[in-house]
Structure formats: C-alpha cells, structure tokens
Nanobody, 127 residues
Framework: QVQLVESGGGLVQPGGSLRLSCTAS????????IGWFRQAPGKEREGVIC????????KYADSVKGRFTISRHNAKNTVYLQMDVLKPEDTALYYC????????????????????WGQGTQVTVSS
C-alpha cells in the first residue's frame, strides 16, 4: 500500500521558517511528480509548489515565490518543503501528493493530476 506521511508542521511566528517533510513508502519518489498543497479553513485546496520527476523542474504558486522551496532526497524517499518568511495567510493544513500516472511531462499545481495523498500536517503562523 502506497503511503505518504507528512511531518514538520507547527506554530511559528510571522517571518519565521518551517521545513515540512513528506516520506513515501512502497514506491520510489524519483519516478513521480510530487506536489505540496494546502487548505485553509473555509477555503479551497490550492497547489503551492511541485517538483517533477526526472529533471526536477519546479513550479510555484505566485503567493509563495521567493519564500518556499522544494527539494527531493531520493535515497531517503523524502521530499522537503522549506518555508521561509512565513505569513499568517500561509496558515493551513499542508498535504503532499504524488502523481504516479505521469501523463504530463512536468508536475502541475492541479490537484486532479495527483492520485496519492498524505494525511496533512498543520502549519499555523501567528504571533
């Protein structure tokens, strides 16, 4: 059974940083597009950032450009989301997701393209 497990969430002050991890079991990360999504209370889920299989091309939502980065450690089967200069509007439940079908050459921020999801980790940015 494929499993994605997120960790690293928590409470942080505005301007602070957090690093989220997403570890996979039962498949090799390097073969999949991986995305991070978030959902705040009362809002729709939105794509934040993703990394493509193979050449590791990345895509970013405009709201996180220059503040968030994504990286992959294939040997550990883990993808990281580094979040810097956090803002209160970044508060949300963060999910990682994997696209095993690879119908597109590169990753996207469209949740419909992802078929495996983690349970999420809460990030709260507040003073």
């Amino acid at each position: 059974q494929v499993q994605l497990v997120e960790s690293g969430g928590g409470l942080v002050q505005p301007g602070g940083s957090l690093r989220l991890s997403c570890t996979a079991s039962q498949f090799t990360y390097g073969n999949y597009h991986i995305g991070w999504f978030r959902q705040a209370p009362g809002k729709e889920r939105e794509g934040v950032i993703c990394i493509s299989r193979g050449d590791s091309r990345k895509k970013y939502a405009d709201s996180v450009k220059g503040r968030f980065t994504i990286s992959r450690h294939n040997a550990k089967n883990t993808v990281y989301l580094q979040m810097d200069v956090l803002k209160p509007e970044d508060t949300a439940l963060y999910y990682c997701a994997a696209d095993s079908r690879g119908r597109l050459a590169g990753c996207t921020l469209d949740a419909q393209n992802y078929n495996y999801w983690g349970q999420g980790t809460q990030v709260t940015v507040s003073s």
